[in-house]
């Protein structure tokens, strides 16, 4: 198949992508870093920079401030930009069931702002969800000191499939439920560009980013509190599948000696209560048992080693049909499920041939905040050139 021209439009988005990439990753970057970085002229990168500086994204610093006097000897001092880190911001949601949470980041994914709210239940109706997460959107704007006009993007995930073009999958009632019309209304509320993904995609996004997962291309993220779902990437991009299905956990129930998609918390609690351990009650019980058994309770540290073979089964199923360089624990049990890492990667040769290494996110809850902030930064720099930035950035 033919592949299309590449444009002079395109070419100048293209770059533009390419130089604020490299700005947002350091904290000032002379005409000749931006060079060796990204490939481009001498040329073209100032052209580049001196379009970005007109339209608000970056800043020319004076050599002066920088203790870069001229001199006739020295020549002129080097031209350094930073980015305009403020020039715009974006929003990362996190829209579970039962709860949402919006984080509002500058233009360095910096967390300038956040707010969390709960839903009544699980299935009210959509204009009362929607209307749940646009005040929990304002009420971190406001934290931040900053308006709803200032927002470029956001990125929002659901705890249901997505496809590439952001539609849900509504193959089962749970899924369903997040189908509310959301891009449409926050367009129509505010005019901003949603960008909707399942939440475990966009964990994994976040990992890759900012946690024990950076940088690593083959990457299987495992949201494993109450129910497990997982986010994978393969060569550096996300897979989706033709519906959004992918990294669906379903066939869990299939398995021997899974059974179910049943995440840690919630395995964790059923044990407990079977067992006569920690009152069952949400997730105070589960932390219960992680303490109990860090305090050498033997019933608590039996429910460990049943929770170990358990997520050594799973991840065994996930390696061997996606053979993931890393496979990472993530949401609010990772701050306790360390204790379960070397249960799990002594049972995994048992299981798989190719077991990956095995690791807890440091992101905690924040895991798919952090991957929506990522993904509307995404968004934001491939499109810097259309966007508008507001006067007194």
Known sequence: MPHAAATPQLLRRVNAQSVLGVIRNTEVA????????????????????????????????????????????????????????????????????????????????????????????????????????????????????????????VGAGIAAPVDRDGKVLVAQHFWSLFDVGLRSALRELHGWTVLLENDANLAALGERWRGSGAGVDDLVVLLAGERLGAGVMESGRLLHGRGGAAGEMGYLELVQGVGSTDGIASLARQWSAAGGGPSAGGEAS???????????????????????????????????????????????????????????????????ATPPRVTVSPLGDAIVTVGAIRHALDYVEANALELELEPGT
């Open 30 to 153: 002379t005409g000749t870093e931006l060079m060796a970085r990204t490939g481009l002229t001498r040329a073209t990168v100032i052209s580049v920079c001196e379009d970005l500086i007109r339209r608000g994204w970056i800043r020319e610093l004076d050599a002066r401030d920088e203790g870069q006097p001229w001199s006739p000897r020295k020549g002129r001092p080097a031209r350094r930009f930073e980015l305009n880190s403020r020039a715009g911001f974006v929003l990362g949601l996190d829209i579970g069931a039962a709860t949402t949470t919006a984080a509002v980041a500058d233009l360095r994914g910096t967390v300038v702002g956040r707010s969390s709210d709960s839903f009544r239940a699980a299935d009210i109706p959509a204009e009362e969800r929607i209307d749940v997460v646009d005040r929990t959107c304002c009420r971190a704007l406001a934290a931040a000191g900053t308006s709803p006009g200032r927002v470029l993007a």
């Open 286 to 352: 589960a932390r219960r048992v992680f303490e109990d058994a860090a305090a050498g309770d033997p019933a608590a540290v039996a429910i460990l080693d049943r929770i170990s073979d358990r997520m050594a089964r799973v991840i065994a199923s996930v390696a061997s049909f996606i053979n993931p360089e890393q496979v990472v624990i993530g949401g609010a049990v990772a701050e306790s499920a360390g204790a379960l890492l070397p249960g799990i990667t002594a049972l995994l040769p048992r299981f798989t």
